[in-house]
């Protein structure tokens, strides 16, 4: 089975910066997409970083572009989503979630039939 445990979320100013980890385990890297999504109080989910969309290149929603970053380090079966530059509509529980490929392709991560548990981020 697939399994994903976030963490590094907190209580950061504006302007700071945060990195966000995503364990997994119970598949190859390769052969699966992870990506992150998030979820503010009383709104609805939104996808953020998700490699190789439709097989392009990484996709960032527009609210996150130029902010976040989502890399891996798969020797320890890791995914990163380093965010800088953190504004108070960034406060949302965040979520890794895990498909696997179709077609080399990732497809949209709200989409994706496994996540973790959530790690909050609150910027005030």
């Known amino acids: 089975d697939v399994q994903l445990v976030e963490s590094g979320g907190g209580l950061v100013q504006p302007g700071e910066s945060l990195t966000l980890s995503c364990q997994y385990s119970?598949?190859?890297?390769?052969?699966?997409?992870v990506a992150w999504f998030r979820q503010p109080p009383g709104k609805d989910r939104e996808g953020l970083a998700v490699?190789?969309?439709?097989?392009?290149?990484?996709f960032y929603a527009d609210s996150v572009k130029g902010r976040f970053t989502i890399y891996r380090d798969t020797a320890k079966d890791l995914v990163y989503l380093q965010m800088n530059g953190l504004k108070p509509e960034d406060t949302a529980m965040y979520y890794c979630?895990?498909?696997?490929?179709?077609?080399?392709?990732?497809?949209?991560?709200?989409?994706?039939?496994?996540r973790g548990q959530g790690t909050q981020v609150t910027v005030s």
């Open positions: 119970g598949y190859t890297y390769n052969s699966h997409c």
């Open positions: 979630a895990a498909d696997q490929l179709y077609g080399g392709s990732c497809r949209d991560v709200l989409d994706f039939p496994a």
């Open positions: 490699p190789w969309l439709g097989g392009a290149q990484t």
